[in-house]
């Protein structure tokens, strides 16, 4: 009985390991995966243009904050200037890894297409026409949050001023 039961737990585990999907991420990108060129953040999306295909959602750049649809000048760039060296990344232990977000844009996808890539199959909107011209490479990007100081930093930093003016009036 045993056996029986413990036969049917594998089963049931290959059953389930194999309608495993991935999971999209909600939260914020981090920085392994989005590179910054020319003031911009560019992230790998997905290896499709199109919003639905098969059982994967594409969603719009927007889930995230502050991301968008490339411009058609940003496409360009994205095309004449950066290369997959420059997606890539060195982790902690020396290996290369791309970098990439598909996992924070699509339902299914976690995979994306080098060949793709090189051969500037490489988009930014969602086509209009799925059957035919789906498979590019799907980029989207955001301007670089620039560090602008608090106004309560500036705040401080007027009345410390005001104080040291004042001061030495008071010590004249």
């Given at each position: 009985?045993i056996?029986?039961?413990?036969?049917?737990?594998?089963?049931?585990?290959?059953?389930?390991a194999?309608?495993?999907?991935a999971?999209?991420?909600?939260?914020?990108?981090?920085?392994n995966?989005?590179?910054?060129y020319?003031?911009?953040?560019?992230?790998?999306?997905s290896?499709?243009?199109?919003?639905?295909?098969g059982?994967?959602?594409l969603?719009?750049?927007?889930?995230?904050?502050?991301?968008?649809?490339?411009?058609?000048?940003?496409?360009?760039?994205?095309?004449t200037?950066?290369?997959?060296q420059d997606?890539?990344?060195?982790?902690?232990?020396?290996?290369?890894?791309t970098?990439?977000?598909?996992?924070?844009?699509?339902?299914h996808?976690v995979r994306?297409?080098?060949?793709?890539?090189?051969?500037?199959?490489?988009?930014?909107?969602?086509?209009?026409?799925?059957?035919i011209?789906?498979n590019?490479?799907?980029?989207?990007v955001?301007?670089?949050?620039s560090?602008?100081?608090?106004?309560s930093?500036?705040?401080?930093?007027?009345i410390?001023?005001?104080?040291i003016?004042?001061?030495?009036?008071?010590?004249?």
């Amino acid at each position: 009985m045993i056996k029986l039961i413990s036969q049917f737990l594998v089963v049931l585990l290959f059953i389930t390991a194999g309608v495993a999907n991935a999971t999209l991420i909600t939260a914020d990108l981090t920085e392994n995966n989005y590179i910054n060129y020319k003031g911009l953040d560019w992230a790998w999306a997905s290896p499709v243009n199109v919003e639905v295909y098969g059982s994967n959602r594409l969603y719009s750049p927007t889930l995230h904050e502050g991301w968008r649809f490339a411009s058609e000048n940003e496409l360009i760039i994205l095309k004449t200037e950066l290369t997959l060296q420059d997606f890539t990344g060195i982790d902690e232990s020396g290996n290369e890894f791309t970098i990439q977000a598909i996992e924070y844009w699509n339902t299914h996808y976690v995979r994306f297409n080098i060949e793709d890539f090189n051969n500037d199959w490489v988009n930014s909107s969602w086509t209009i026409t799925p059957n035919i011209d789906w498979n590019y490479e799907t980029f989207y990007v955001r301007d670089t949050p620039s560090d602008v100081p608090e106004p309560s930093t500036i705040l401080i930093f007027a009345i410390a001023l005001i104080a040291i003016s004042l001061r030495k009036r008071v010590i004249k």
